[in-house]
């Protein structure tokens, strides 16, 4: 059936669609369903003490979501938006599987205010890129030299085993991964700008879940950032 639109104007109405609100809304569902399974696994110590006894099956979880991602960034276009969702929904899962194990080294308390830390300072540098004139696409080649060297210093400090470097480690971490809500953000912007209302379904599903994977790694390694700073070890 024709909907008003057709009828009063005569031509074909475009679907009101938000890509933004969209990404924000995925990003949501994945963060939630994190905290769903790393608190289910955190309140079961058999499953637990699985994890800590087996370092390989931990490492290799973390292998597979450093595969998941890459292979979701590189070759989300071309897969199906079932594919894509299901993509995505695995990443959430296995995430919330390694994310458990902070509930052995942080009180819940301090994990809960840690989170909140997360969400005001990933909403206030989100706010910023959505509100500022200023072009933020200069700042991506130094974000990702900042990545790496984050990743250089973290592995260099796993056998140095140094606490000076580790507190750098931690305050360089959310500067880059604030800097990276801001980026992306703008970035997703962009894309909302550019195709919002005017994508087909299956396209406009596909960005926006690889869109919300990208606001999603910048929030889970913010919030893992500040926990290192503010969390209270058990």
Known sequence: MSNWKEQVLGVPAVRERSLLKNVYLWMTAGLVLTGIV???IASR?????????????????????????????SRIQSLSPGAA???????AILNGVTLSLIFLAYTGSSIARVFFITAGAFGGMSLYALTTKRSLAGMGTYLMMG???????????????????DWIISYAG????????AYDTQIIQSWNARMGSQAEESEFIRVSILGALKLYLDFINLFLFFLRIFGRRN
């Open 38 to 40: 790393a608190l289910f």
């Open 174 to 181: 959310v500067a880059l991964f604030l800097g990276l809500t």
């Open 45 to 73: 110590p058999s499953l637990v003490m699985t994890l800590v006894r087996n370092p390989a099956l931990f490492f290799g979880l973390i292998v597979a979501e450093f595969l998941l991602v890459f292979f979701l960034s």
């Open 85 to 91: 969702t299901l993509g995505f929904a695995v990443y």
């Open 147 to 165: 990545l790496w060297g984050i990743i250089l210093a973290t592995v260099v400090n796993l056998f140095v085993r140094s606490s000076g470097l």
